[in-house]
């Protein structure tokens, strides 16, 4: 059973920049796409980023389209989230997560099977 666990969040101001790291223990992850979802409070979770299997196919949030950068590194077992400029409304608890289907662009959190317990990244203005 695959494990994934956040780390790199913090507190920024605005303009900043911070790196979420997410790793995976228990099982490589390299068969499957990864995403990276955000909550705020009182809000839904929201869809970051997701990257294919090979790294080679990214898709973003247009909430931080060009801003954010996803990547991974497979031979580490992790995905990692660049994230620039960051705002204010950027604040909530980032997560990343596995799809354990493939062959898909998956943007909703019902499509990931496997979940962290997220790190927070506050943007202070």
């Known amino acids: 059973q695959v494990q994934l666990v956040e780390s790199g969040g913090g507190l920024v101001q605005a303009g900043g920049s911070l790196r979420l790291s997410c790793a995976a223990s228990g099982r490589s992850i390299s068969a499957y796409n990864m995403g990276w979802f955000r909550q705020a409070p009182g809000e839904e979770r929201e869809f970051v980023a997701s990257i294919d299997q090979n790294g080679h196919s990214f898709h973003y949030g247009d909430s931080v389209k060009g801003r954010f950068a996803v990547s991974r590194d497979n031979a580490k077992n992790t995905v990692n989230l660049d994230m620039y400029s960051l705002e204010p409304e950027d604040t909530a608890v980032y997560y990343c997560?596995?799809?354990?289907?493939?062959?898909?662009?998956?943007?909703?959190?019902?499509?990931?099977?496997?979940w962290g317990q997220g790190t927070q990244v506050t943007v202070s203005s």
């Open positions: 997560a596995l799809d354990l289907q493939a062959g898909r662009v998956a943007v909703h959190p019902a499509e990931y099977a496997v």
